[in-house]
């Protein structure tokens, strides 16, 4: 990871929204990383995911590196869950125990990627809906939307909410704008935190107490509703966002893991041993 990062700082945003992908389809599985088979369509051409995740292969150096030294041991799922918090450690933020034991998925599920993963465009009461169909609370969607500290996202994805909301600072729409047309542009990326977008702080929260927010899912979190008093707090306080933020991430990597028996550890991330 940290070659990875070196090399492009995004990466580090990018990893981890993969375990963030992969964690709310069928659970933690590596599910995410399998490609399509004669017997199933992957989920990495689901809507959300689509032209979208990415850092397949970074996870697929480490596999390989793990596999040379100790094969046939680690599982994919467990390599993403360990490199999505390294990833957050390398750019500034804090560090947790990353429970370890999962197994790999033999199967992938398209659909499911598309009925579970929240849309940019969710208000906060389908957000907690969504979050709270995997067991996660509202303050864990608060403390984990707090990862978009980092990354960045495509234009396609904030374009309604830069030209027609109006719970935005008016600057901060010129600037995405210049980059974000009414039409065209689709995947222009801009940065989800412009203050230090390969950074990762609370400067995300501050953003969203100044009308800054990206995307609309962002603003939603800000925006006269339950999970206010908690991004208030987050926006002046970086230990609390840093420690709710790791109670969230173990939860989230706990979602319905692959053990014992179920599953596999598979050779090559990618197929199905």
């Known amino acids: 990871m940290k070659q990875a990062i070196a090399t492009e700082p995004r990466i580090g945003a990018s990893i981890l929204r993969l375990f963030f992908h992969d964690c709310f389809v069928q659970g933690c599985?590596?599910?995410?990383l399998l490609d399509d088979t004669a017997t199933f369509i992957g989920e990495k051409t689901a809507f959300p995911n689509i032209?979208?995740?990415?850092?397949?292969?970074?996870?697929?150096?480490?596999?390989?590196?793990?596999?040379?030294a100790c094969n046939a041991t680690?599982?994919?799922a467990d390599i993403l869950a360990l490199a999505a918090r390294d990833g957050v450690v390398l750019l500034g933020g804090p560090s947790w125990k990353v429970p370890l034991g999962r197994r790999d998925s033999r199967t992938a599920n398209k659909s499911a990627a598309n009925r579970d993963l929240p849309s940019p465009f969710l208000n906060l009461s389908a957000l907690i809906t969504s979050f709270a169909h995997k067991g996660l609370t509202a303050k864990d969607l608060t403390a984990l939307s707090g990862g978009h500290t980092i990354g960045q996202a495509q234009c396609q994805f904030f374009r309604t909410r830069i030209y027609?909301?109006?719970?935005i600072d008016p600057n901060f729409a010129t600037t995405r704008r210049a980059t974000c047309p009414v039409s065209g542009g689709n995947t222009n990326l801009a940065p989800l935190d412009t203050v230090t977008p390969t950074h990762f702080d609370?400067?995300?929260y501050t953003n969203l107490v100044n009308q800054r927010g990206l995307l609309h899912s962002d603003q939603v979190l800000f925006?006269?509703?339950?999970?206010?008093?908690?991004?208030s707090s987050y926006s002046?306080?970086?230990?609390?966002?840093?420690?709710?933020?790791v109670v969230a991430m173990v939860k989230m990597g706990n979602i319905s893991p692959l053990t014992g028996t179920n599953g596999e550890i598979r050779r090559n991330c990618r197929v199905v041993n």
Not at 29 to 32: G, K, R
Not at 164 to 167: K, S
Not at 223 to 231: E, K, T
């Open 236 to 245: 002046g306080n970086s230990a609390a966002f840093f420690k709710d933020f």
């Open 202 to 204: 609370n400067n995300y």
């Open 164 to 167: 027609n909301e109006t719970n």
């Open 51 to 68: 032209n979208s995740v990415r850092g397949f292969e970074v996870i697929d150096n480490i596999k390989h590196n793990v596999e040379a």
């Open 74 to 76: 680690v599982s994919c």
């Open 223 to 231: 925006n006269g509703g339950s999970q206010d008093s908690l991004v």
């Open 29 to 32: 599985d590596a599910s995410i």
